[in-house]
């Protein structure tokens, strides 16, 4: 059953009219009267919540059938394994010695040496280090060297980062942003990222990435869109080049912009493509799962644009794509059918790209704008960039040890 269609929300006004009709009709019979007053009303009370509900429902595509809104059309299991976390302090964003980088010896400083960011560089005693084999999750801050924000920021680093064999290889990165008012706890705790990055990666469906997932929102309870508001926010200007810059700084990562990409769901999904489209020497590819392709304002946002309407253009991909000075691009695009509007867009989007680019659009025949349906959709979203980014030309991968990375020189 289609609950998202007007005719649900239509039967069920008109089912709650008739439970108001009812209880009016039967309100003086003598049988019961108190209990069956209290029981009309107190039911009559759930059909109005229940029909304003559907009704949202219907214009935001939250939850398209009835198995999708009892989660039993949730995604497919995470692998249950232990990633071991380490918690930094922040990273330097100019560290005398990038604090993974033991002379290329593989296991870095975090794992065996307090904390990443101290210089000089001096010696401490050994301790039992974070346990590698299904990557190693930082959880740290980075402050930006332009903006001065010091946010939260989770740096997943895979199994293969550790091994001998690849001490001197270059990895490619995934920046991931989040919906609102999603933070980097929910990548971790909903969707349980990291363990599914670790499955992924050791089944060999993933070639190993540096995954990075930073707070995007510098003014607490209040939707950046990931971009730099006049006068306000600075949020284009934190992930699309302060969180980069401090990452290359202190990971082992692929040359930019071929062997970095971003990824993100809802909002999230908006942000990645702008980003990628906005800063073309970071990024190479971007994936959205049920993201939108035009600037928008509303209560959580606030006046982002103050009037600039060519500000707002600027960040619209509908219209940046179609800018012919822009280098080809890789975009991966995801949407539930149930999504109505969103499936649409993200059709319209792909037909604006050139010949030039990659863009792959995957429609999920059921499922709406929530985390069953985006649960769904990630394994292949990260399959997808994944390949993309470890065949792009400057971030190739290949060796014995695993079918990623890229050598030091």
Same mark, same amino acid.
């Not at 029909?51 to 059938?65: C, H, K, P, R």
């Not at 009892?70 to 604090?99: C, E, N, Q, W, Y």
């Not at 792909?350 to 069953?372: C, M, W, Y």
């Given at each position: ?16 009219? #008739? %439970?108001?009709?009812? %209880?009016?009709? !039967? ?17 009559? &009370? ?9 009704? @949202?429902?219907? &214009? ?22 232990? @990633?071991?976390? @380490? ?16 002379? #290329? ?5 975090? $794992? %065996? ?29 980075? &402050? ?9 920021? !989770? ?6 980062? !550790? ?11 995934? &920046? ?6 999603? %933070? ?14 670790? /499955? ?60 970095? #990409? ?10 990645? $493509? ?24 509303? $209560? ?58 990659? @863009? ?6 059921? /499922? ?30 290949? /060796?014995?040890? !695993?079918?990623? #990375?890229?050598?030091?020189?």
């Amino acid at each position: 059953m289609d609950i998202t269609s007007m005719w649900f929300v239509i039967g069920m006004a008109v089912a709650t009219a #008739g %439970t108001a009709f009812a %209880t009016i009709w !039967f309100w003086n019979r003598p049988t019961l009267q108190r209990t069956r007053r209290i029981c009309t009303l107190l039911f009559t &009370q759930l059909m109005v919540t229940f029909t304003i509900l559907a009704a @949202v429902n219907a &214009q935001m595509y939250f939850y398209s059938t009835l198995s999708d809104l009892m989660h039993i059309a949730d995604g497919p299991p995470v692998p249950d394994v232990p @990633v071991s976390t @380490v918690k930094v302090k922040h990273l330097d964003p100019r560290p005398a010695v990038p604090f993974s980088d033991d002379n #290329g010896n593989g296991l870095p400083l975090m $794992v %065996t040496k307090p904390p990443l960011t101290d210089q000089p560089r001096t010696r401490h005693p050994r301790r039992p280090g974070a346990d590698p084999k299904h990557g190693v999750l930082v959880n740290t801050t980075i &402050q930006g060297t332009r903006t001065g924000y010091r946010l939260d920021t !989770f740096v997943y680093l895979p199994a293969a980062y !550790f091994t001998p064999d690849n001490a001197r290889t270059r990895f490619p990165v995934i &920046q991931l942003t989040s919906g609102f008012p999603g %933070t980097p706890d929910t990548w971790l705790r909903r969707m349980k990222v990291h363990q599914m990055l670790s /499955g992924l990666m050791e089944s060999g469906r993933m070639p190993p990435a540096i995954v990075v997932i930073a707070a995007q929102n510098p003014i607490a309870g209040r939707d950046s869109e990931c971009v730099d508001a006049p006068g306000g926010a600075r949020a284009d200007t934190y992930l699309g080049q302060d969180v980069p810059d401090a990452i290359a700084a202190n990971f082992r990562t692929a040359p930019a912009p071929a062997g970095w #990409g971003l990824l993100g769901y809802s909002t999230g999904g908006f942000c990645s $493509v702008n980003l990628a489209l906005r800063h073309p020497d970071r990024y190479t590819a971007a994936a959205s799962l049920s993201g939108y392709f035009k600037a928008i304002t509303d $209560v959580t946002t606030g006046d982002l644009y103050r009037g600039d309407d060519a500000l707002r253009r600027a960040n619209s991909p509908l219209h940046t794509i179609d800018d012919t000075r822009r280098p080809p691009v890789r975009m991966y695009l995801f949407a539930a059918k149930g999504e109505g509007k969103t499936a649409r867009e993200a059709r319209e989007f792909a037909r604006k790209l050139r010949p030039t680019d990659t @863009v792959k659009v995957q429609i999920e025949p059921s /499922g709406g704008h929530n985390f069953g349906t985006w649960a769904r959709g990630l394994p292949a979203a990260f399959e997808w960039l994944g390949r993309e980014l470890a065949s792009a030309p400057g971030g190739e991968v290949g /060796g014995p040890a !695993f079918a990623g #990375g890229r050598p030091l020189h």
